[in-house]
């Protein structure tokens, strides 16, 4: 994780700080922020690097300096920094979440709803999707910088568990995306596809509560 992208040693997700610019603390986190605006408003194709430095309120020439490779480079370090906030390496990690898997799924299950909680992460990756038969290279930068690596590590984590004979999972990866589906079907697809919908705190935990009750059902090692 970049140490620019950390404040008071937690990441503030970059959808936060295109809500409220005044949390982008650092020089980069500004203009990262102020790209992802303009991204968001005028699409890949539409945005460019003098925009974004209209945006940011910076020279273009500072622009450059830390973007030399031009809108490209700045679009992946967009991406890059989307996912810094998504805290899943983290969680799977802990020994509380390996020594019981309620704790660990409920956490991954939380920063999962939380994290596609704002709305600007929703038009974001809308814009993804929408540019994708376009740009595929930066489709493909969105997975490879966040998506993959974090159900590498949920998969892993599920691996983990069969190993310690705590849950019974034969096939991790099908596993991992069921998973997810309880999560992301009732918080982040219904509102994708466009319909406006906004979940309280209660109701996402809800779902959460609903996603790890319903998985352990299933694959949970009956305790003796």
Known sequence: MNANSVSAGKAISIFDAVINPELATTK????LSAATRVFLRNG???SSMDL????????????YNQFPEGKEALFRSVIERVWSAFPINDIVAKAETVSDPE??????????????????AIDFFRMIIAEGPRFPDLVQSFFDNGKTPAMNAI???????????KLNIL????ATRQFLGLIDE???WIRIIGRHEVFSTAQRKKVVDEAVD???GYYAVPSH
């Not at 980069?28 to 203009?31: H, L, N, T």
């Not at 704790?103 to 704002?118: C, D, K, S, Y």
């Open 28 to 31: 980069r986190d500004v203009i």
């Open 44 to 46: 890949y194709s539409g």
């Open 52 to 63: 974004v430095a209209t945006e940011a309120k910076v020279a273009r020439r500072t622009l």
């Open 103 to 120: 704790i660990g799924l409920r956490h991954i299950a939380t920063a999962v709803a939380e994290f596609w909680q704002p709305q600007p």
């Open 155 to 165: 998969r892993s984590y599920l691996e983990k568990l069969h190993e310690l004979k």
């Open 171 to 174: 096939d991790s990866e099908r």
């Open 186 to 188: 009732p918080l982040l």
């Open 214 to 216: 319903i998985f352990l």
